[in-house]
C-alpha cells in the first residue's frame, strides 16, 4: 500500500495543475482508505474490498471482506462457513455485494448466500468478481486439472447455475447494469479489450479500441453504466479513461484501477479518487 500511495501522488501531479486531468476541467481529491484493500465502488459511493489477514508474517489471519458505506460505516461481509476468508470484489449499484469465501459468494444486506457450482464436475470451484442491480453475476470456474486454465461464467441469478462465457480465455472484470460485461483476452501482441451482453447472449466480441499510448492494453479493469472504461496501458501503467465516444485522457502513471462509478470517482487500491468539476 505504501508503494501504490506514493505512485499515487505522482501520477495526480503528473496530470497538470493541482490534480487537474490532462483536457482540463477536472479535479482530483484523494481520500485515503487506510489498509483496506478496495476493489469495487458503486453510484452510493459504497465500497467494497477487504482487510490483509496478516498481523505479521508469523501470524496469519483470514482475510475479511469489507462493505463501508458511503457515510463510512463498516459492515464485515461474513463467510458462508464461519471457517474460511472472505473476498469482496463488486457491489451494485441497490448494495448487493459479490465476491468469494469457498466459492462464489453473494452477500445480501451482510449476509453470505453460495452461488450454484457447476453442472460440469471437472469445475469443483468458483470465484464472483462483479454484480450488477439485476443481480446477475460474473466470475470464474476453475477445473480440477492444474493444466486447464479457468474459464469465465456469469450467473443469471443467486440460484442458477453459472454459464461459460466465450472466447477461451476471456477474462472478466466488470459488469453493469444493462447486463454488459468488461473483459479482457491475452493476445500475442497484449491484451485486448472484449465485451458481452450476458442477457442477450455468452460470446464475447473484441472492442478493436486502438490505444493512443505506444504500447496496446495491459489491462481492462472498469467500465460504468454510461460505458466509461478505465484500464491501465503500456510498460507504465498509465491509468486511462476512455468515453463512450473513444476519447482518452490520461489519468495517472504508473497505477491500476479497481472500479470507477458514474460520477467518474474512481478507486486505486486504498485510495479513492474523487472527480469533480473545476
Known sequence: VIAVSALLAVGIGGCGGHGSGAGGGTQFVIVDLGNLDVRGLNQR?????????????FTPLPQKGILRSASGAITELLTTDGTWASFAQGVSNNGLVAGST?????????VAVPLPLPTDPNFPETLAWSINSKGQILGFRFSSDPASPE??????????SPVTITPSGFQPVRLIDSGLALGYV???????????????G?????LHVSAQQAAPFYIA????DLG???????ASLNLIEISPDGTQKQILTSATATGINNLGDIVVSSKAIQTKPT
Do not use: K, Q, R
Request: hydrophobic fraction near 40%; aromatic fraction near 12%; charge should be negative.
Open 45 to 57: 459511493g459504497d465500497l467494497v474490498g477487504f482487510y490483509p489477514g496478516y498481523l505479521s508474517v
Open 186 to 200: 491475452s493476445t500475442p501482441i497484449g491484451n485486448e479489450l472484449y465485451e458481452v451482453n450476458v442477457s442477450t
Open 202 to 206: 455468452t460470446a464475447a466480441t473484441d
Open 151 to 160: 474459464e469465465a461464467v456469469y450467473w443469471s441469478s443467486a440460484t442458477t
Open 228 to 234: 466509461t472504461i478505465v484500464c491501465s496501458t503500456g
Open 102 to 110: 469457498a466459492n462464489a459468494t453473494e452477500w445480501v444486506n451482510g
Open 221 to 224: 479493469i472498469a467500465m460504468n
